[in-house]
């Protein structure tokens, strides 16, 4: 076994894979999102992170390997935040996101007949994403409880009100049309939740740094920026398994063998979605750099001429937490 004497010095600070490209950070967040870390003991994890931060001080100890380490800070990031460095919730985690995704979907995309099934389960759709916004909000930019239940409540709403809307309406259609309803109504959760759930960096703005971390103020702009693409994210992690397994069922269930065992149509959705979920969760996640970034030029006139009266034109381009 190579000692760590022999490790070649690696940055657990940066990301294994090349994060300017697409593929780069596909290879990242399907190690980031990899739903096996969620069966890890907090004991494990709170090792991880003892043996990330021991390296990180020159006190690895020995017999360790390289790939110890980067296990480690797989262990590491899909488990702490990434600003605070507390551990998240584990309904929360990006990792949970396919074993979470894939239940709460199939169900959504079984029972959309009913006026009380569409409600239930936009409502349970509506609590998890609230919590996976929650636990992966910008750390630097606190929200306050009446924040909180003001956009879980928005959200909700919306989604319930559009999934009712949009089932009467198409009461008489397709019955393929009508099993589209649950992503739209998703998508509107989405679009209520996401934003209000991060009102505080629309407010105040959130934290933008130069090429070398340092600090240069906070901006409106790259808040709505950041905010924007984790949403177009969020809804296209969701798109193929919602608008693909209503197709895939509907053919399916033309079959007599199918329609035998219709008590095991839900349990199948669950199965369909979780296949794409597996694929678009790290997928959707990697459209958009973690660290984004915005020109100078785009950034509000007062924090702008801030930065260039301090730093002059050497700064063309500041950095930032998207989220996720």
Known sequence: MTSSSEVPRIDLDQPRWDQSTFLGRLKHFANLTDMRTVLSSDGTLNEARDLVTKYRLGATPPGTTEEQLWYAKKLYDSAFHPDSGELQNMIGRMSFQVPGGMLITGFMLQFYRTIPAVVFWQWINQSFNALVNYTNRNAASAITTKQIGTAYVTATTAAVAVSVGLNSLTSRAPQLMQRFVPFAAVAAGN???????????????ILVTDGNGNELGKSKKAAKKGIFQVFVSRVSMAAPGMLLCPIIMQKLERYRWMQRITFLHGPIQVMLVGCFLVFMVPT????????????????????????????GDTIKTVYFNKGL
């Open 191 to 205: 679009f209520a939740n996401i934003p209000l759930m991060r009102q505080r960096e629309l407010m105040n703005g």
């Open 284 to 311: 959707a996640c990697a459209l958009f750099p973690q660290r984004a970034s915005l020109a100078v030029e785009k950034l509000e006139p007062d924090l702008r001429a801030s930065i260039q009266e301090k730093y």
